[in-house]
């Protein structure tokens, strides 16, 4: 088992990373003191409890924690307001009071759906990660937890760091195959951005990742997530470094809301958008290994490089020009000037753009 | 003009309170550098718009703001969730981004749902009150923010701290005088928790305050704001001291909760709320006095003391063993140890409570 700190003063917090954590859950309760006079909420979906709730609720219950229990529909369209509002309405009948704890026990829809119900509820409460999915490793830390809106994704949220994540990798073998080359998409972007030897570790390392060999997923999985720590330590509430981590992130969540979000999954979408990165970077004067090695890492993992051909590129851009990331109307773009080393660039031409994301159409 | 500062690092705000503030908002805003690239909205209610509402958005305009406006009904059912997604759909439509602020116009209700949507939105925008009710010198102080839950008052919220409170006492001419006693009832409140010296000046000024003579209330708002300033100062996140300024508010809240919200004004609640824990205060051996003068300065401003007959005992208990402050289960009181010093009692038998309260049916 690994174990780091994410650095945040008082708010600094521990991820343990490890087969088996699920079974040894009420001992990091105790450890870390998790009140057990007032009682839990376990907020997971219908995929992930069937799998792994009672494990959670038995082992808390043996050691004496009184704990409820909300079980969400799979998906992103249960982190919104009205769901917040039927937990909220669950956690008050179960008595939840200001001392009480919300678990989140899923995949990062879990993550941020339970994370802003645990800082809103009486105007917040502790909450703590059990991630399950690999993408989980980015969306669990860093505090930054919301909920959608019909005209926007994650606009209604709030920072709220939770008291410990406990990420058990053996929850992963039960992940869909799609969704585990989707996480692994994220955690390939923390080496590109931070982390050159990381990054070509996730090189060579493609095979065993994706059969989710237990040593390499904890090595990747603890590189991934102190990267992420490290950056947020830095900058917690995204004034200025935490903005790398948009590597590909802004044209990949423009393709996410062409494709309505249910046709690309988060991770292939940010998967195409560091390659269209990737190449900007390259047009922008640095060196060209950075677009070779970002597209070759995405081919060795089975991500997808290329805009699907139904995405209509003025529909891509309208989106982008309404991406919240354009503060102000300046047009601002992550880019790598080296594999490792990632780069805020202002002031890009809209034209550019929009020449790089008609090439991701013909890429291959 | 008074003015004074709320003392919390680097979330410090000053406040702004004399006649007259209004027709220079936009002097202040630009004082205090709130951002104009960014449009800015202004959140009110429908009996405040039609009377303040244009001087504000042509004074911002006229300096160069651009300003967008939500209105909502007046009165506490616009502080619920689906107000609040309304209202991040509009600020959406109008280009609102991380630089944005939300100015609230309007009383507690407004101020504090206009609050949670900038604490919300995006994850934090700056905000700032107008308040245009005697009740917001306390609600506009202090950072609590928060919507309310079909089953609860104030259960889904933040701690979100405003940029500035401009508080223009010309504007409470216009309150309904049932809305002036009650918001003086909090003023009362705060006098007697902390201030002997101004709980004797409110005693003594009675008559000027309900005729809103402007010295008068321009001190006393003054006062009552310092007051809950400094409280908040010294606990910003209610781990402690901030439980004195819910003197009164454990009744109180029961009966606002059995009278539905709708019968009683919170701070009429309150005031019989208060008679109720000083006549505890001298079960407990204080003073006999603080029991009199708490009784005589709310008949002296016209406020209730007596609990109405048509409201059930039994169902008023029950509502007091609801409220979140019973944290664990301790049944723990805001009481008096002598006008202007208040004191937090653990341990208080149910018994006890409901003696007080059968007796405040009596009361007279
Ligand atoms: N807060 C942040 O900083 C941050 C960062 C990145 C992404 N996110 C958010 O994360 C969300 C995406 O997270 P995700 O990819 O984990 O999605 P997810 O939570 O929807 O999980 C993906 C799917 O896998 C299922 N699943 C989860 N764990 C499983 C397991 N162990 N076995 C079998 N099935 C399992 C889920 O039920 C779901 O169907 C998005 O809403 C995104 O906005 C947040
Ligand atoms: N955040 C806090 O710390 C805090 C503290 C106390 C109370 N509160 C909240 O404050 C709310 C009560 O505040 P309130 O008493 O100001 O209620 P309010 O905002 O509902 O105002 C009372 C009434 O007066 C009207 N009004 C307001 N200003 C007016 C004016 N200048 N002229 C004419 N009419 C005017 C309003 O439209 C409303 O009908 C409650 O929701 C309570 O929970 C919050
Ligand atoms: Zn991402
Ligand atoms: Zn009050």
Redesign the pocket.
Known sequence: MKQLIVDLDDRSYPIYIGEGILDQISTFFRKHQINDQSPLMIIT????AP??LKKVIVSLQESGYKVCEYIVP???SS?SLSVLEKITGVALDAGLDRKSSIVAL???????LA?FVAASFMRGIPFIQI??????H?????????V?HPKA??IIGAFHQPQMVLYDTS??????ER?IK??LS?LIKHGLIWDAKFAEWNQLNAEKLLALDSESLEYALYNGCKIKAHVVSEDERENGLRAILNFGHTIGHALEAVSQYNKL???EAIAIGMVGAAKLSVHLGYPQRIYKETKSVMKKYGLPIQIPNHLNVDEIMEAMLHDKKFSEGQVVFTILKDIGEAHIQRGISIDLIREIVENLRLEE
Request: no cysteine; net charge negative; hydrophobic share 30%.
């Open positions: 979906d219908d995929n992930i799998l792994y799979a998906g992103e982190k899923g995949g990062g829809v879990v993550g941020d994370g991630p399950t999915t690999i993408l989980a980015d969306s669990s830390v860093g505090g930054k937890v919301a959608n994704k994650n929850t992963l073998r039960t992940l869909p969704e989707a996480g994220e999954l988060h991770g």
